[in-house]
C-alpha cells in the first residue's frame, strides 16, 4: 500500500472512480493536530456528533449540545468537551461506549454557516469532561447543509427526557425519515479508525423501500470516501435522524451495503449524476423525546441538493 492516510477501502474506491488524483490532494489537508485556524470555530461551537462502538461492535451516532465554548483546545493534539452541564441527555448510549478509552469519528458542524470540521482521535471520559486525543483533523467543503440557527436559552431548561428502544421502525419512523433533509452517518474502518459524517438532500432525498431498508444516495463530494471506504471493509454504521421541530433524536445502528451503477435517469438526477447509492438495515433503534433545550431556526436549503421534482 501507498504511504496515504486512506485505507484500502477508500482507495479501492478512489481508483474505481478515477478520483485518485483528487483525493491526493484533499489528503493534504488532513493533519493529526488542530491547525491555528480552526480553534475559533471549534470553541466557538455549542454542538458536536459523535460516532462510537459499543460491546458487540454496533456503530452509534451521538449529538452533544450544551453552552457556546463547551469545547476547548487544550493543546494542538487534545481536545476537552465538557459534559457536567450538558442540555442534552447523559442517558446517551455515547457514555456507556466511552466508560474506557476509545477511538471515536466527530465532526463540528455549524449549520447557520455551513462550516463543518471534522476529528478523529480516542476518547477518555473522566470527571465531567471527554478528553479527545486527536489523530486526524481536517475541515469539509459547505455542500447539501441545510441552514439553521441554533438559539439556546439563557437559564437551563429542565428536560424530562424518555428513552425507547426497538429492532423493527415503526410507521412513525418512517414517516420522519421520508421527511427529513438532514442525517449523521457513523461509519469505521478494519483498521478500528472511526468517522463521523453528515448527509443532506431536500426533503424526501431518502428512499424507505417496502422491506424497510433505507435507500441513501451518494453525491459528488470529496473524492475522499471516508464513509464508503469504510462500507467496504467494515458493514457496520450508524445513523442520526434529529427532528428539529419537535426536539427528537432517532439513533438507528445497522448494517450498510453498497449499490453502484444506477443509470436511470431518476437515478442520476436523485444521485448528482454519480449513480450510486447506500442500502442501510436496521438493527436496533433509540428513540429520545425532548432532547435538548435549544431551538433552531430554519433558514434555507443547500443550493446544492438535487432536485426531486419530477422524479
Not at 288 to 301: I, R, V
Request: glycine share 8%; with cysteine.
Amino acid at each position: 500500500m501507498s504511504n496515504t492516510i486512506y485505507n484500502q477501502g477508500e482507495q479501492l474506491l478512489q481508483k474505481r472512480f478515477g478520483e485518485q488524483k483528487m483525493a491526493a490532494q484533499v489528503e493534504k489537508a488532513v493533519k493529526n493536530n488542530i491547525v491555528p485556524g480552526a480553534i475559533a470555530f471549534i470553541q466557538n461551537q455549542p454542538m458536536v456528533v459523535i460516532s462510537t462502538t459499543d460491546a458487540n461492535g454496533n456503530i452509534w451516532v451521538s449529538m452533544l449540545i450544551n453552552n457556546f465554548g463547551f469545547a476547548k483546545i487544550a493543546g494542538p493534539e487534545k481536545l476537552i468537551l465538557s459534559i457536567e452541564k450538558l442540555r442534552t441527555s447523559k442517558e446517551d448510549v455515547l457514555f456507556e461506549n466511552i466508560k474506557t478509552p476509545t477511538k471515536v469519528g466527530s465532526i463540528f458542524i455549524e449549520l447557520g454557516s455551513r462550516r463543518r470540521f471534522r476529528i478523529n482521535g480516542k476518547a477518555t471520559l473522566k470527571e465531567g469532561r471527554i478528553s479527545l486525543e486527536v489523530n486526524e483533523a481536517y475541515p469539509n467543503c459547505p455542500k447539501y447543509i441545510q441552514r439553521r440557527v441554533l438559539q439556546l436559552p439563557k437559564e437551563r431548561i429542565a428536560l424530562q427526557t424518555e428513552i425507547t428502544k426497538g429492532e423493527v421502525l415503526t410507521k412513525k419512523h418512517e414517516f420522519w425519515i421520508n421527511n427529513t433533509d438532514t442525517l449523521f452517518v457513523g461509519s469505521q474502518g478494519k483498521d478500528g479508525k472511526m468517522d463521523a459524517s453528515h448527509r443532506g438532500g431536500n426533503y424526501g432525498f431518502i428512499e424507505i423501500l417496502p422491506n424497510g431498508l433505507l435507500k441513501i444516495p451518494d453525491y459528488t463530494g470529496n473524492s475522499m470516501y471516508n464513509t464508503l471506504g469504510n462500507f467496504v471493509e467494515n458493514s457496520n454504521a450508524g445513523l442520526l435522524f434529529f427532528n428539529f421541530k419537535a426536539n427528537k433524536v432517532l439513533q438507528l445502528s445497522g448494517k450498510a451495503s453498497l449499490l453502484f451503477d444506477q443509470q436511470e435517469e431518476n437515478d442520476l438526477k436523485k444521485t448528482t449524476n454519480t449513480g450510486r447509492y447506500w442500502i442501510f438495515e436496521t438493527k436496533h433503534w433509540i428513540e429520545t423525546t425532548n432532547f435538548s433545550d435549544a431551538t433552531w431556526n430554519y433558514e434555507d436549503a443547500s443550493t446544492f441538493n438535487p432536485d426531486l421534482s419530477g422524479v
